[in-house]
T-cell receptor, first 111, second 117 residues
Framework: SQQGEEDPQALSIQEGENATMNCSYKTSINNLQWYRQNSGRGLVHLIL?????REKHSGRLRVTLDTSKKSSSLLITASRAADTASYFCATDPSRNYKLTFGKGTLLTVNP | DGGITQSPKYLFRKEGQNVTLSCEQNLNHDAMYWYRQDPGQGLRLIYYSQIVNDFQKGDIAEGYSVSREKKESFPLTVTSAQKNPTAFYLCASTPWGMDSLAKNIQYFGAGTRLSVL
């Protein structure tokens, strides 16, 4: 079964708006990662947040982690058409560097 | 340029045929992984290798085989026993023997799309 589940499955916004996607997971974690996948391409690592961190920023990305609720959110501010992609959260529930990925959120940013 | 190279980009398999997908990396990473991605789905782990000449099964290893004779290379063979091989296959790698956080971050190739004729 999936460890991480992203929500919503799909999100469509206008350029300049903010995009928020969520990830819920089932077991305790050491850290949580977000990856991006452009259509037909490989995944690219965006950001990693440790279990003892509550918030982390990287450019226009803001990630939060709530370990009590077993959830994380990824916020992309001032979105651009180039942000159109699928976004996946990934965790290491077995703590052996084998990642488990969710099904992803498909973000479409309309120009 | 350092990175992970997967080839071919597109591959077609005939009934009863084995096909091999190539994955090469020049990042000097120790660990390598193979994933399968079906449309609208997440990634599912097929096999992984943390060191040369050693590899372990992932969640969906049936119908697949791998080898790890060189640090740089981790080819995946889709055998005739895999009855539903049509999917997008992704190879990834991570450094090993470094700090624990670095070992979590995976670097991906551009993928191979396999279809059945």
């Amino acid at each position: 079964s999936q460890q991480g589940e992203e929500d919503p499955q799909a999100l469509s916004i206008q350029e300049g708006e903010n995009a928020t996607m969520n990830c819920s997971y089932k077991t305790s974690i050491n850290n949580l990662q977000w990856y991006r996948q452009n259509s037909g391409r490989g995944l690219v690592h965006l950001i990693l947040i440790r279990s003892n961190e509550r918030e982390k920023h990287s450019g226009r990305l803001r990630v939060t982690l709530d370990t009590s609720k077993k959830s994380s959110s990824l916020l992309i501010t001032a979105s651009r058409a180039a942000d159109t992609a699928s976004y996946f959260c990934a965790t290491d529930p077995s703590r052996n560097y084998k990642l488990t990925f969710g099904k992803g959120t498909l973000l479409t940013v309309n120009p | 340029d350092g990175g992970i190279t997967q080839s071919p980009k597109y591959l077609f398999r005939k009934e009863g045929q084995n096909v091999t997908l190539s994955c090469e990396q020049n990042l000097n990473h120790d660990a390598m992984y193979w994933y399968r991605q079906d449309p609208g789905q997440g990634l599912r782990l097929i096999y992984y290798s943390q060191i040369v000449n050693d590899f372990q099964k992932g969640d969906i290893a049936e119908g697949y085989s791998v080898s790890r004779e060189k640090k740089e290379s981790f080819p995946l063979t889709v055998t005739s026993a895999q009855k539903n091989p049509t999917a997008f296959y992704l190879c990834a790698s991570t450094p090993w023997g470094m700090d624990s956080l670095a070992k979590n971050i995976q670097y991906f190739g551009a993928g191979t799309r396999l279809s059945v004729l």
